[in-house]
């Protein structure tokens, strides 16, 4: 059964933090992984990974993938109090299914 | 440019009652997809739509639920007899046509809050 992976579960930083959250996962005929950040209302799209060891960057977010050992992460730094959200990881198949994680719920205090 | 409209945006109904929940997908996208997020949870998908054809529905209980997207119109899913544990929220998103590489990047809709009391 595909599966998403998501750790921490939830994190408390205060802001001017790095951190890094973590995404593995389990998915038949993996196509890409893509970050999602989730306030109060819907996600909204942050990043798409499909190659290992490229790194994708905007402002203090970035991510990269490792198609081998089958993970993403996803940095933030000098964290605000605005990044506060969950942030979702989801994996897609060449099947057109998506998989999400259980999120990564973060609070950063001022 | 409308993003992907969901309405209502908060829904409560009584035990035993339909609820129907509409989305309009971004103008020039065929495929749709329901997420139901129980409170605390992620995501769970749900069904899979294109024009007129599901795709795929292994997400969705095989019970009281539907879903449909027709050839003119909103995309519906349906709720027969609501239970309790059917309080959610219920997102949907949609994707450009495919371009034979796959589907990327997901539109989601503000969502339904469901209410069942």
């Known amino acids: 059964e595909d599966k998403v992976v998501q750790s921490p579960l939830s994190l408390v930083v205060h802001e001017g933090d790095t951190v890094t959250l973590n995404c593995s996962y389990e998915v038949t005929n993996f196509r890409s992984l893509l970050w999602y950040k989730q306030e109060k209302k819907a996600p909204t799209f942050l990043f798409m990974l499909?190659?290992?060891?490229i790194e994708k960057k905007s402002g203090r977010l970035s991510s990269i993938l490792d198609k081998k050992e089958l993970f993403s992460i996803l940095n933030i730094t000098a964290t605000q109090t605005g990044d506060s959200a969950v942030y979702l990881c989801a994996a897609t198949s060449y099947g057109q299914n998506f998989v999400f994680g259980p999120g990564t719920r973060l609070s950063v205090l001022p | 440019n409308a993003g992907v409209m969901q309405n209502p945006r908060h829904l409560v109904r009584r035990r035993g009652q339909e609820a129907r929940l509409r989305c309009s997908p971004v103008k020039g996208h065929s495929h749709v997809y329901w997420y139901r997020q129980l409170p605390e949870e992620g995501l769970k998908f749900m069904v899979y739509l294109q024009k007129e054809n599901i795709i795929d529905e292994s997400g969705m209980p095989k019970e009281r639920f539907s879903a449909e997207f027709p050839k003119e119109g909103p995309s519906i899913l349906r709720i027969q007899q609501v239970v309790r544990g059917d309080s959610a929220a219920y997102f949907c998103?949609?994707?450009?046509?495919?371009?034979?590489?796959?589907?990327?990047?997901?539109?989601f809709g503000p969502g339904t809050r469901l209410t069942v009391l």
């Open positions: 998103a949609s994707s450009p046509r495919l371009t034979g590489t796959g589907v990327d990047e997901q539109f």
């Open positions: 499909t190659s290992s060891g």
